[in-house]
């Protein structure tokens, strides 16, 4: 059974700093690319950032030299390490699987920037 656990959302002033967890069981997870999504209220799910299984990054343009993304394929484990948070950033942070996404998500996690 696939399944995705997301923590370490929280509250959190414009520019600082959050670290995102996800721990991923019931895939192939050394050999899967992973990906960290986000929604924000009222919009779409969006791609945030991804990671090759050989830990190889991409960002997408509104989070690159802000955000890195990391894993640890013993602890079947990606992570999220968001700096300088604006506004914009407040969303649910979800991982799955890069490209496509597999269908089942987890519950996410809630991170929220304001003053």
Wanted: some cysteine; glycine content about 12%.
């Amino acid at each position: 059974q696939v399944q995705f656990v997301e923590s370490g959302g929280g509250l959190v002033q414009p520019g600082g700093s959050l670290r995102v967890s996800c721990v991923a069981s019931g895939i192939p997870f050394r050999v899967y690319p992973m990906a960290w999504y986000r929604q924000a209220p009222g919009t779409q799910r969006e791609l945030v950032a991804d990671i090759s299984g050989g830990g190889y990054p991409n960002y997408a343009a509104s989070v690159k030299g802000r955000f890195t993304i990391s894993r640890d394929n013993a602890k079947n484990t990606v992570y999220l390490q968001m700096n300088n948070l604006n506004l914009e950033d407040t969303a649910v942070y979800y991982c799955n699987r890069a490209g496509p996404p597999l269908r089942s998500w987890g519950w996410g996690t809630q991170v929220t920037v304001s003053s």
